[in-house]
């Protein structure tokens, strides 16, 4: 049965330092509160899955939380690069990132492994690339019955998955929808889940196409009204276009960057490096 | 409302590419200028083209342009919404998608394309890039690929950096020895021209330099040595129709 908790109680109970941990959200329903509270707790050491970091994941890169990146596509999405992102990987700033990289088929794959409990997933992917070459977690595997060589990748098995959905009934079950990405699998790969949701409701009427996880499979409930903002949340409110935008200049410095870190997160100047 | 008859090089490019997908395709499409394009091409000649976003959007209709693969607009608008497993796996992996649209960071000879570093050593890149994203399973997949990128030397190299997705690899027969199911790009589309894959060769090929535009300027403009089609053609010139539905995409205010 999932409690709920606090925003803080949330993160400060479920994501430690050295985790693994995976906040999902394919564009919609991105847990920016979240990560930002993991920023602002210091955590350091963790290793972040993601199919499609964007800006929350540059600015935990940028803060200094992060060790290694494991992942398929990481841009500000319609904007262009991640310049946190791109400064740990060339420079190692301000702590030198590890990645591990793989292509959307192979991400979904891994995550639908994880969820079912297989020690791998097979697909036909990245024949020819130079993916092959550079990440270890991509190998072959001979099909048993026509002996056709395909692709075979591990599950990911994060320690704690965040999501943020639209509501959550007081037991906790989650319900979210609209673009769903790969937030069951990612839910249902990891040993702890923590949900942020915009509102905690007595009752969940059904929506088509929604995406229900059961109180059961959830760690914890946070409640977090515009938890996903700048991103957005089907029902609630648009995505903040301008915000992504805005981002670019700020990331591109590291000090326009670390004065917005200490401004915004009233993170200390001087803490990432 | 006139349409002001001056066009720019990226609108002929769009427009180009726009008229390469046909009506009642079912189109893999990547954001800015492939969404652009596919886009524009609902609003012209193919009303019923169907456009699948990698973020599980099956049919989106949109009425203006997303700014990510993801806006709420595209799942509002769509016949289906799905999970992202479900795109890669159910409707990508087995072939049921006709057109993947693609742009690149670099592309080479063989349309190789590369969306990762820039720079010979992986670990310590000259340029960090977004990455792979959908694209290694779109080019090796869907029935066909068309790419649709800007044309400079630093983007048209004889090699590219990092292959991101396969075109026809080192020459005939690679996709074959890969087992890659889908026929790869039938055509690159730039500001300049059209290139497409020779039969025999499987290197690019100028088959159409768009209006004012000289062969010599393409070649300056690629990092190899460009063959030239013996039926060299020149690409039409942008109708009014088409100038009036891009601009009403890319500029709905009508600030231009």
Redesign the interface.
């Known amino acids: 049965m999932a409690e709920i908790v606090s925003l803080r109680e949330g993160i400060a109970e479920l994501v430690h330092d050295g985790d693994t941990v995976a906040l999902e959200g ?3 329903l991105i847990p920016f509160a979240a990560g930002q509270e993991i920023i602002r707790q210091g955590r350091r050491d963790l290793t972040l899955i993601r ?2 970091p964007d800006v929350i994941y540059d600015q935990l890169i940028g803060a200094g939380c992060v060790r290694k990146l494991v ?5 500000n ?3 262009g ?2 310049h946190r ?2 400064d740990a ?2 420079n190692g700033w301000p702590v030198p990132l590890e990645i591990e ?5 192979g991400m ?2 891994r ?2 492994a994880g969820a079912s409990g297989l020690p791998f997933a097979v ?9 092959v070459e ?1 990440t270890a977690t991509i190998r072959t595997v001979t099909c048993p019955f026509t002996g ?2 395909l692709t075979a990748v591990p599950p990911v098995n994060p320690d704690v998955t965040v999501i943020h959905a639209q509501r959550a009934d007081r037991r906790g079950t989650v319900q979210l929808w ?5 937030q ?2 990612a839910v249902l790969s990891a040993r702890r889940s923590l949900v942020t949701v915009e509102e905690i409701v007595d009752e969940l009427t059904p929506v088509p ?1 929604a ?1 229900v996880l059961p109180s059961w499979v959830v760690s914890a409930v946070a409640e977090v009204p515009g938890g996903a903002k700048p991103s ?1 949340a ?1 029902g609630y409110y ?2 903040d ?1 301008a915000a ?1 935008q805005d981002w670019d200049p700020i990331s591109r410095d590291r000090d326009t960057f670390t004065r917005w870190l200490a401004e915004r997160l009233g993170v200390p100047v001087g803490i990432p490096s | 409302m006139t349409v002001d008859p001056a066009w720019s090089a990226d609108e002929m490019m769009t427009i180009a590419a726009a008229r390469s997908l046909t009506d009642r395709s079912a189109c893999f499409v990547g954001i800015g200028l492939p969404s652009t394009a596919a886009n524009l091409a609902r609003r012209t000649h193919a009303p019923d083209l169907v456009l699948v976003y990698e973020s599980g959007t099956l049919g989106s209709k949109p009425d203006r342009l997303p700014l990510s693969i993801g806006d709420g607009m595209l799942a509002e608008t769509a016949d289906a919404v799905i999970s992202v497993p479900e795109v890669f796996s159910y409707w990508l992996q087995p072939g049921r998608i006709d057109v993947g649209f693609l742009s690149a960071a670099q592309i080479d000879r063989y349309a190789n394309i590369n969306t990762t570093v820039i720079g010979a050593d992986y670990h310590n890149p000259k340029v960090r890039l977004p990455g792979a994203g959908g694209a290694p399973e779109i080019a090796a997949s869907c029935r066909e690929v068309i790419v649709v990128v800007r044309q400079s030397k630093r983007t048209f190299v004889e090699r590219v950096d990092f292959v991101t997705s396969v075109g026809y690899g080192r020459g005939p027969g690679d996709r074959e020895r890969l087992g890659l199911r889908g026929r790869g790009p039938v055509r690159v589309i730039t500001d300049l021209g059209i290139l497409e894959p020779n039969s025999a060769t499987c290197a690019l090929t100028l088959v159409a330099v768009h209006p004012g535009v000289s062969v010599d300027r393409v070649r300056e403009n690629i990092g190899w040595d460009l063959a030239v089609s013996p039926h060299l053609t020149t690409t039409s010139p942008p109708t009014e129709a088409e100038l009036g539905a891009l601009r009403g995409l890319t500029d709905p205010e009508g600030v231009r």
């Open positions: 394919f564009t919609h199919m499609t992942f398929s596509w990481g841009g999405p319609g904007v690069s991640l992102f791109r990987v060339q990289e793989h292509s959307h088929a979904a794959a995550y639908v697909l036909r992917g990245y024949a020819g690339t130079d993916l550079h056709e060589v609209g673009i769903s990405g790969v069951k699998e196409g995406v957005y089907q648009d995505r276009n992504y």
